[in-house]
């Protein structure tokens, strides 16, 4: 805090750089906090001070001498956590515990509260004088305050459970640690093996000693951190950490499959969760409902990371699944999606069509999100207003006017996209259409002159068709609204280190739809498994593309209410290839394995 402090009451004209510098060299000399020096050396009052930080935080000041502490809420914090951070506990109403601190910005110190003592922590500031006081009443002694000239985790540095970060880190001071109201926690390296952080745990908890129990957060801590940036470094798209009855255990999702990575003691999941939920803001105290979060990850001084975080309470506790949003991972240029030229040729002229609506189609996680954000991404430009209405909003980009779908206060698809005609746009994205309502407006946003695209859930882009008139919109608007749709699956990459010819009988190609032809000339490979692809074979992932432009006869054939088959047929007669074929085409190429292909797409 001590840099960020004086930078602050520099700004402030509380200080002068000199006064500020001759602070920071009694401080080195001395040790202590920053604060302390100040008011030692009669730069500042102590009142003077804590009325400053009070304002800057936003936080109550409180005169501790006047307070008479409740023994029963005294117990709640041990004395080696308040001389640690210097805080003081004051008073508990129901789940919310008050808790007076010399440095308020501390969220290092709030998260060890919350997480010890399982409560809402409600921040008030008190001198430090008057908080050393305190605690010297209520604890007894002062070895390990401030007074032994140690330094503790305001004087410049903001000492972490694991890790600790200079107030010069890019990681900022205090104020930088929140964007978004998404709490970030930097981790520089995680070079511990979890194994042994694991083996901390069961030691611990296995102890009786309640000294010992209480430096069970650290090795957490630790483990929590380890499953996040191992997740990271394996390429995971979700963490799922499950309790059961006799274990608990962790899987990433890698390339669309689940791989169980670590199985835990069952006596930890509560611990977990609570470390989990404290980093996404949420209730530690409620175990009953379902919550939704959001953290965001610094790594190193450049990568940020966030995690969408859901907490459901299952049988034998609360299930938390993250969802890793890496925005650096992110491929947002179309011609590197895995698009065949024809279908990216039709896809780039629908896309920058004045008006009329486009389809993405297909199941969660097939990369929906990804193929509308990199649409969106081509047609970002500054003489264009670009309006987008999702749940959740998973990345942000610069030009484009994002709004966060919350049904809960009737901020639903259907009123966004109400709200976006009034605001003058040139092009709508509308994160799903799940109802009639919906679908009504974007309908008529289309044919009024703007360019709408959304996604729906259907098996194939022909059904897309059935599935909107499904919803009671008329025949003759989604003919001549419709312009485009598009349904996509993700199959898994062959490994490139790995890779290897695999023979595969001539029957069993024609099988799964190669010409004969083709079969004479289709070379099949496989990935034997390797260390670089965890033995799977398999590394990355491309899409499947089925691009269905609506031409002149499949209008036709939708006016007259034809069914899904019939303009199937119509759309490959006019060229396009299906989900199996563009599967096909990526087995040809060398880019995937019939397995997958087989795995992600239906026959045709």
């Known amino acids: 805090m001590a840099a960020k402090l004086g930078q602050l009451l520099i700004a402030s004209n509380i ?30 009052t102590e009142e003077k001070l804590v009325s400053f930080l009070s304002k800057q935080y936003g936080v109550p000041s409180i005169n501790l001498a006047e307070y008479k502490i409740d023994p029963a809420v005294v117990k709640l914090i041990p004395p080696d956590m308040a001389k640690k951070y210097l805080i003081a506990p004051v008073a508990r109403v129901g789940a919310t515990l008050t808790v007076a601190m010399s440095d308020p910005s501390n969220i290092f110190a709030v998260d060890d509260v919350k997480f010890m003592t399982g409560y809402n922590v409600e921040v008030v500031v008190a001198s430090e004088s008057a908080i050393i006081d305190t605690i010297r009443q209520y604890y007894g002694g002062g070895s390990g305050l401030v007074a032994s000239g140690k330094k503790s985790s305001g004087s410049g540095m903001i000492q972490a459970k694991d890790y600790t970060f200079s107030d010069d880190d890019e990681a900022g001071g205090p104020d930088d640690l929140f964007e978004d109201e998404a709490p970030t926690v930097d981790v520089e390296e995680f070079d511990e093996i979890v194994g042994s952080a694991l083996d901390d745990i069961e030691t611990i908890e296995d102890s009786e000693d309640s000294e010992v129990v209480r430096e069970v957060e650290a090795p957490i801590v630790k483990l929590v951190n380890g499953i996040f940036v191992n997740a990271i470094k394996a390429g995971a798209s979700d963490i799922h950490v499950e309790p059961y009855e006799t274990t608990l255990r962790v899987r990433y999702r890698v390339d669309g499959v689940m791989y169980t990575v670590m199985n835990l003691p069952t006596k930890i999941k509560n611990a977990i969760s609570s470390r989990i939920k ?87 996680g097939s990369g929906k999100t990804t193929t509308l954000y990199s649409a969106l991404n081509h047609l970002n430009k500054p003489d264009l207003n670009i309006m987008t209405a999702e749940d959740p909003v998973e990345y942000n980009f610069m030009g484009i006017n994002q709004v966060q779908v919350k049904e809960e206060i009737g901020l639903t698809f259907a009123a966004a996209l109400r709200s976006f005609l009034r605001q003058d746009p ?8 799940r109802d009639f309502e919906t679908a009504e407006i974007a309908v008529k946003a289309a044919l009024t002159g703007h360019l709408v695209l959304s996604t729906l859930h259907t098996n194939d882009a022909p059904s897309t068709v059935t599935r909107l008139l499904n919803m009671g919109i008329e ?12 349904a996509q699956r993700l199959a898994r990459r062959i490994c490139e280190k790995c890779k290897d010819i695999e023979n595969v009988p001539e029957s069993a190609l024609v099988k799964v739809g190669f010409t004969e032809a083709e079969v004479k000339e289709v070379k099949v490979y496989k990935g034997k498994g390797c260390n670089a692809c965890n033995n799977t074979g398999y590394k990355g992932r491309v899409a499947l593309y089925e691009v269905m432009v609506i031409t002149d006869e499949i209008k036709e054939l939708i006016l007259e209410g034809a069914s899904s088959l019939d303009i199937k047929r119509e759309a490959i007669k006019g060229g396009m290839k299906t989900l199996r074929m563009s599967g096909l085409t990526k087995v040809k190429e060398s880019v995937t394995t019939i397995d997958e292909v087989l795995r992600v797409t239906f026959g045709d």
């Open 475 to 486: 025949p003759f608007l989604v003919s001549s609204s419709t312009i485009l749709i598009l």
């Open 426 to 433: 040139d092009i709508v994205m509308v994160g799903e259409i």
């Open 278 to 364: 404290i980093m996404s803001r949420l209730d530690i105290a409620e175990r009953r409902l379902p919550q939704d979060g959001r953290i965001k990850l610094k790594l190193g001084r450049k990568r940020e990371i966030d995690f969408r975080v859901s907490v459901l309470p299952c049988l034998f506790g609360e299930k938390t699944v993250l969802r890793v949003l890496d925005k650096g991972n992110l491929q947002v240029d179309l011609t590197k999606l895995g698009f065949d030229q024809a279908p990216l040729d039709d896809f780039m002229e629908a896309i920058e069509s004045p008006y009329g609506m486009l389809l993405v189609t297909g199941p969660t």
């Open 15 to 44: 200080i002068t750089n000199e006064q500020l510098q001759q602070a920071l060299n009694h401080q080195k000399s001395k040790g202590g906090r920053l604060g302390a020096s100040l008011i030692e050396l009669e730069l500042i």
